[in-house]
């Protein structure tokens, strides 16, 4: 896999990730468990009075047991009491069934609170005879990304390859452009953009990648507005973004958050094709670079 696919198909996992919660993101593991594994991985659900067993996979080769957990917000008193009585009922099963436990969570940087950590620690010495471990960002990951590219496309879409990004026309970008221009909300002042600026704003190294590729073609959007007729267009533009980023600031959104924010506002309602993708990622580079969307690092005094 070449590396422009691989950060292009980073990116859509991270923000599919971002946006999964509860029984969503039991699907989305589910569904690249079920492409990894094919025959052999099986997503459980709920049966009646019966209930799932504490169990929302399990993969028999490896008897592998899996239990998800993936609040909106992971609170310590509710999460200990998941953890403790998911693993409790799963037990009776461990004989007949499963040697390794897993604790799959939607931690957005794949990392646990200690005091998670620790429990877990508990949980090891205790039953020793288990394997027991975790399954976070990364390790569904490194699952997804080991797909064969037609499943991953299966799972997030058409692929946009570098030849389709830098193939773009000024009619590719257009469409993109006019959307936006008409949702100006208030006027921006452009800020001189500081070479830190990427690492300053700690977007995931996913998303940080594919924003890089973007900015190869930042200089083709800006030779499109500074050419064209309505002197506005390029004013309108960084207006209604930097409004939307804003906007998605105040709603204490992290980083990556904000970028598919501004990912969808962009696209609007164009169907997800891949020249459209290519268009909005060369888009939202060359904002990046003007300054109009996320934050420069203070200026340090001398």
């Known amino acids: 896999m070449e590396q422009f696919t691989r950060d292009y198909f980073g990116m859509k996992f991270r ?75 799963a037990l009776p099963f461990q004989h007949q069934y499963f040697d390794r436990w897993f604790f799959v969570h939607n931690s957005h940087d794949g990392r646990l609170p ?32 080991s797909l064969d590219i037609m499943y991953l496309v299966d799972l997030f879409g058409p692929l946009l390859t570098l030849q389709d990004f830098l193939s773009l026309e000024f009619k590719d970008i257009i469409p993109v452009l006019n959307h936006v221009s008409s949702l100006t909300i208030e006027d921006s002042d452009p800020v001189p953009v500081s070479p830190q600026k990427l690492q300053f704003n700690r977007l995931s190294d996913d998303v940080k990648e594919y924003l890089k590729h973007g900015m190869v073609k930042a200089n083709f959007v800006k030779e499109y507005l500074d050419a064209n007729p309505d002197k506005l267009l390029s004013s309108k533009v960084t207006a209604a973004f930097h409004s939307q980023y804003n906007l998605l600031k105040q709603q204490q959104l992290d980083p990556d958050g904000i970028f598919y924010g501004l990912r969808l506002f962009a696209q609007g309602q164009f169907t997800q094709e891949p020249k459209m993708e290519g268009a909005v990622l060369a888009v939202l580079a060359y904002l990046f670079e003007e300054c109009d969307i996320f934050e420069n690092p203070p200026i340090l005094a001398i």
Do not use: V
Not at 69 to 87: E, G
Not at 116 to 144: C, D, M, P, V
């Open 15 to 89: 923000l599919r990730f971002l946006d999964s919660y509860g029984d969503n993101f039991q699907i989305f593991f589910g569904s690249i468990m079920n492409l990894r594994y094919p025959g052999d991985f099986t997503q459980t659900r709920p049966w009646g009075s019966m209930g799932d067993y504490k169990c929302d996979g399990y993969l028999p080769s490896r008897r592998n047991y899996y239990q998800c957990y993936a609040p909106f917000n992971m609170s310590m008193s509710d999460t200990l009491a998941k953890l403790k009585d998911d693993f409790a009922g």
């Open 114 to 145: 200690t005091w998670l950590s620790f429990e877990l620690q508990k949980l090891r010495n205790e039953h020793q005879h288990l394997t027991i471990g975790t399954i976070g960002y990364y390790e569904l990951l490194e699952e997804a990304l």
